[in-house]
């Protein structure tokens, strides 16, 4: 850990000068996708201007724009009403056994269209399948059977 904690010093000593309410650290942000549908993601942010936001995401993974940080980018946007191109992501890619690495993301009304997109569209397939078909988990307790906790012999310290 220390030598991670040295790496993202290193690599983006703001972290540790901004103070809130500048920066804060898993902050959530939820937007409303569709009418049946919101999201809500927990981010760190910088709020540097008054109209732009910086995401920070530190973390052992690869550097390169995936998925979830879409969905986090679309999120925050929409839910501070921010146009796309006021926001960006930078990724602190760390690894157990090779340098980290910063990787400065920006957004834009073509990527945020995108985003939302494939966000509408990955729920609503999930959205076709029948409640019954989905997996569920095992009840906690398959049937409740009598307990006697006074047959239970005490046991001498």
């Given at each position: 850990?220390?030598?991670?904690?040295?790496?993202?010093?290193?690599?983006?000593?703001?972290?540790?000068?901004?103070?809130?309410?500048?920066?804060?650290?898993?902050?959530?942000?939820?937007?409303?996708?569709n009418k049946d549908v919101c999201v809500?993601?927990?981010?760190?942010?910088?709020?540097?201007?008054?109209?732009?936001?910086?995401?920070?995401?530190?973390?052992?993974?690869?550097?390169?724009?995936?998925?979830?940080?879409?969905?986090?980018?679309?999120?925050?946007?929409?839910?501070?009403?921010?146009?796309?191109?006021?926001?960006?992501?930078?990724?602190?890619?760390?690894?157990?056994?090779?340098?980290?690495?910063?990787?400065?993301?920006?957004?834009?009304?073509?990527?945020?269209?995108?985003?939302?997109?494939?966000?509408?569209?990955?729920?609503?397939?999930?959205?076709?399948?029948?409640?019954?078909?989905?997996?569920?988990?095992?009840?906690?307790?398959?049937?409740?059977?009598?307990?006697?906790?006074?047959?239970?012999?005490?046991?001498?310290?």
């Open positions: 850990m220390d030598k991670w904690i040295m790496e993202v010093s290193l690599l983006f000593p703001e972290l540790f000068e901004w103070e809130p309410p500048t920066f804060l650290v898993d902050t959530q942000f939820s937007a409303k996708l809500q993601i927990n981010a760190n942010a910088a709020f540097l201007e008054r109209q732009s936001v910086h995401l920070i995401e530190w973390a052992i993974r690869h550097p390169a724009l995936n998925w979830s940080d879409r969905v986090k980018l679309w999120t925050a946007a929409e839910s501070l009403s921010l146009s796309p191109e006021n926001i960006k992501l930078t990724v602190l890619a760390l690894h157990p056994a090779h340098p980290g690495t910063r990787h400065e993301i920006s957004w834009d009304s073509r990527q945020h269209a995108q985003a939302k997109d494939w966000l509408a569209s990955a729920l609503a397939g999930q959205a076709r399948w029948p409640v019954a078909a989905r997996r569920t988990s095992p009840p906690a307790c398959a049937s409740l059977t009598p307990f006697d906790i006074e047959g239970i012999p005490e046991v001498e310290i």
